[in-house]
Nanobody
């Protein structure tokens, strides 16, 4: 069994900062790409940022220069540091992690529970 626990959501004013974390636990052999997605009301879920192994990153154009994704291999955790938040960053944020549970298994995609980020004055 694999669990993803997300923390760090909340309400913030425009220009503020928040940090999300997503910790994977359970039967884990290896972890591949870790990513953050978001979904605003009426919109499709979209990729915000992803980090591979050993650490290559990519970002949505809308967050480049403001958000930073990072990972702690020892803690099986991915972070999203969000600075200079804008109204349009309001959404439910999800983490997605590719996990291999045994040396012989293929990567399986796991989603964490969503966390609401509301940017409002």
């Amino acid at each position: 069994q694999v669990q993803l626990v997300v923390s760090g959501g909340g309400l913030v004013q425009p220009g503020g900062s928040l940090r999300l974390s997503c910790a994977a636990s359970g039967s884990i052999f290896s972890i591949g790409t870790m990513a953050w997605y978001r979904q605003a009301p009426g919109n499709q879920r979209e990729l915000v940022a992803a980090i591979g192994s050993p650490g290559s990153t990519n970002y949505a154009d809308s967050v480049k220069g403001r958000f930073t994704i990072s990972r702690d291999y020892a803690k099986n955790t991915v972070y999203l540091q969000m600075n200079s938040l804008k109204l349009e960053d309001t959404a439910v944020y999800y983490c997605k992690v590719n996990i291999r549970t045994t040396s012989r298994s293929s990567d399986v995609m796991y989603w964490g529970q969503g966390t609401q980020i509301t940017v409002s004055s």
